[in-house]
């Protein structure tokens, strides 16, 4: 599962959602849903994209233009989750060095050991309370090939988001 029970319950309270609404969009109850969050169940695999596309959506006027904003970018730069790494945006040049559409699928499986090193830094720099907004981070390569990271630097920028959540914006410096 993409999700933790107990992040799909974070995220669909951030987005506002009840768990009756959730269920009517994925056409199954209320129950299954409440069963997907504590973890009895795990979503089927169609399930999971459905829930990815829903919970990717924008959820207002300022994130849709910050989302606007980077898909129309000419940096090598995309926008995540910061707690879920899922993929909200990508300019044109990023989505070109991807192999496949990845729009809410959690990232953090392609990081680099630099990359995952870097994540393993951030509460003592204090960027969960807000303390550091941006870093530099060495990315070092991943090695994978659907989703390539090589040697270089890239400038991650925390973001609020309108429902409360924080984004980061990550942007290929060389």
């Avoid at 980077?70 to 090598?76: I, Q, W």
């Avoid at 926008?79 to 559409?101: F, G, K, N, Q």
């Avoid at 393993?120 to 990315?139: A, C, F, N």
């Amino acid at each position: 599962m993409l999700y933790t029970g107990r992040a799909l319950k974070r995220l669909r309270l951030l987005r506002g959602f009840k768990q009756s609404h959730v269920a009517e969009l994925l056409d199954v109850t209320q129950a299954t849903v409440s069963r997907w969050e504590t973890g009895v169940l795990i979503p089927a695999e169609d399930q999971q994209a459905t829930l990815e596309r829903l919970f990717a959506r924008p959820a207002s006027t300022a994130d849709a233009a910050v989302k606007r904003l980077v898909e129309t970018s000419t940096a090598r730069t995309h926008l995540i989750c910061d707690h879920s790494h899922r993929l909200l945006a990508a300019s044109p040049v990023r989505r070109s060095e991807w192999r496949r559409d990845l729009l809410g699928t959690p990232m953090f499986r392609y990081a680099s050991d630099a990359i995952q090193q870097a994540e393993g830094t951030l509460p003592d720099l204090g960027w969960y309370d807000g303390r550091t907004t941006s870093l530099v981070v060495e990315t070092g390569p991943n090695g994978c090939d659907d989703v390539p990271i090589v040697a270089g630097r890239v400038l991650w920028e925390r973001i609020p988001l309108a429902d409360g959540a924080t984004g980061r914006l990550v942007t290929t410096l060389m």
